[in-house]
């Protein structure tokens, strides 16, 4: 009898701990798919955004808002330069001119991009293993060619172009395992890869090798180690900003501290949409939302760091991924400083370290508090800051036109055709720095594309079935 009362208990409890789980997942998810708001206008300092190189382009604003334009951009970030940079340049090689408007919440570059950690790593391993069980070992090979390609394209943009205060290098980088589980799902990862990639250089290391190597302790079972990049995002994109402002001055405009309230079909002939802003409202032919917010998010926090007397010196070439059970800890180093000095540590990550295993961070898009208080003079921690990290529930992000039935708005009256067409993915394109030449098609994965029925599946519901 005992033994069958302390049974029913057991029972109880796993039945209580498995409803409350449920209970806290249901509630994560409606909290991450509700609609994010307006991004705070007073989050935590990055230290990327200290110094600006461009101080006059942090809080630019026109005396007045432009009433019209071709396209409006939403979002200062790295996706917003991109397309408008990728847009002036077409422009420019066909001849024609369009008046772009970009309006941005706050201050210029202040998103994820001027709050992430400055690596540009692909963790080509786990991207081609994600890929290949959803859409097999070829389309998951071309997505992972297209992760990678992304340093040299970024490091030849650099360079053609003279940004020298992007402080972009070449880096190694290793992830580091602390349990034999997770070293051995990966060497299969990396195995696998290699079949069907094999052009990436990887190298596989065993304990004693990665100590030796890469001057980590005891913990470590074993490493990969591969080549990235890393760089200080904020002077990329600030730098490209300030070259589309020089170059096409009368054809850009950069509106901050400006966010958007809403977006309706125009009634205004001529026009397809109405950008309501909260300095008034634009008419335009398109609006491209570059603004991280599609998907849901969640919170990552970093903290830039003053190295220890013992911390290995690599001069910023290093850069390091703390591999643990479910999760990972990341480190890049900034060189060495002009003194002689090793650089800062930029270290990010902990997610699962969080309240309720981490799930306390998703869902949250309030980058105002740091929830480290201030810290004291001459201690190690430089800066904690935290940032939205976008994410959509197949893990890949949402590239292309969306389809009204998404956003729930037809374009208004039609618009004299001032507008821009898409592009035609089959033209064969010339070289320019920041992108790949040929056709669209030829490179571009197709997976990206946020179709209906891909956004439909890429619910964040999903992500619990596509989690590793
Ligand atoms: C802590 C952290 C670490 C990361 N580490 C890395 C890394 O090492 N490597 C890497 O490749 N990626 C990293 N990421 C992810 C990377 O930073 C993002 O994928 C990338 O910066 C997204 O760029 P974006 O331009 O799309 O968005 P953002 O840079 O977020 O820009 C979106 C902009 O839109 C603006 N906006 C939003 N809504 C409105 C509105 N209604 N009106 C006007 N403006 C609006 C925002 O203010 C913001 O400035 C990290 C992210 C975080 C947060």
């Known amino acids: ?10 029972l109880y409890f796993g039945l209580e701990y498995l409803l409350d789980l449920n209970k806290t997942l249901n509630h994560v998810l409606t909290r991450a798919s ?40 939403i979002g200062s970030g790295i ?23 970009v309006l941005e919440a706050r201050t210029l570059c202040s998103g994820a991009t001027g709050r992430n950690r400055g690596h540009m790593k692909a963790s080509p391993q786990e991207l081609f293993a994600d ?64 079949r069907w990639v094999p052009e990436l250089r990887m190298d596989v290391l065993g304990a004693e090798e990665a100590r030796e190597k890469f001057g980590v302790n005891d913990y470590v079972q074993g490493a990969i180690s591969y080549p990235t990049g890393a760089l200080w995002p904020y002077r990329l994109v600030s730098s490209a900003w300030n070259d589309l402002l ?5 054809s850009i405009s950069l509106e901050m501290v400006t966010p958007v309230l809403s977006i309706y079909p125009s009634s205004t002939e001529g026009y397809a949409y109405e950008v309501v802003t909260t300095r008034g409202t634009i008419h335009c032919d398109h609006v491209v939302h570059a603004t991280n917010a599609f998907a849901s998010h969640v ?11 013992r911390f290995p010196n690599f001069d910023g070439r290093l850069s390091w991924s703390v591999i643990y059970e479910k999760a990972y800890d990341y480190v890049t180093q900034r060189p ?28 949250r898009w309030d980058d105002s508090q740091p929830r480290w208080g201030d810290d004291r003079e001459g201690w190690r921690v430089k800066k904690a800051w935290v940032g939205c990290i976008a994410f959509t529930g197949d893990g890949m992000p949402f590239v292309g036109r969306l389809d ?30 920041g992108r790949l030449p040929g056709k669209v098609v030829d490179w571009f994965p197709a997976e990206l594309k946020p179709s209906l029925e891909r956004v439909k599946r890429a619910d964040l519901s999903n992500l619990v079935k596509y989690a590793p």
């Open 131 to 194: 890929m290949r069980g959803r859409h097999g070992e070829e389309r998951a090979a071309a997505t992972t060619r297209f992760q990678l390609v992304h340093v040299g394209v970024l490091t030849r943009l650099c360079r053609q172009e003279g940004w020298e205060a992007v402080e972009r290098r070449e880096v190694t980088t290793a992830d580091l395992f602390l349990d034999d589980e997770g070293r051995e799902k990966r060497m299969e990862e990396v195995e696998e890869l290699r």
């Open 404 to 433: 009204p039935e998404l956003t729930g708005w037809r374009p208004g009256r039609k618009s004299t055709g001032n507008g821009v067409e898409p592009g035609d993915e089959r033209e064969d394109l010339p070289d320019a720095p």
């Open 1 to 10: 009898m005992g033994n069958l009362l302390s049974r029913l208990k057991t």
């Open 246 to 250: 020089t170059k096409f001055l009368k």
């Open 34 to 73: 509700a609609p994010p708001g307006l991004p705070v206008p007073n989050p935590t300092p990055s230290y990327w955004l200290e110094d600006p190189p461009f101080p006059d382009l942090v809080h630019l604003q026109s005396p007045t808002l432009p009433s019209r334009a071709d396209i409006v951009i």
């Open 299 to 309: 919170l990552g926090h970093m903290t830039a760091q003053h190295p220890g007397t």
């Open 79 to 101: 996706t917003g330069a991109a397309v408008a940079r990728s847009i002036l340049q077409e422009c420019l090689r066909k001849g024609q001119t369009r008046q772009i408007v």
């Open 336 to 363: 060495m400083t002009t003194y002689g000095m090793p650089g800062d540590i930029m270290l990010g990550g902990g997610f699962n370290r969080g309240r309720d295993q981490g799930l306390d961070h998703i869902g």
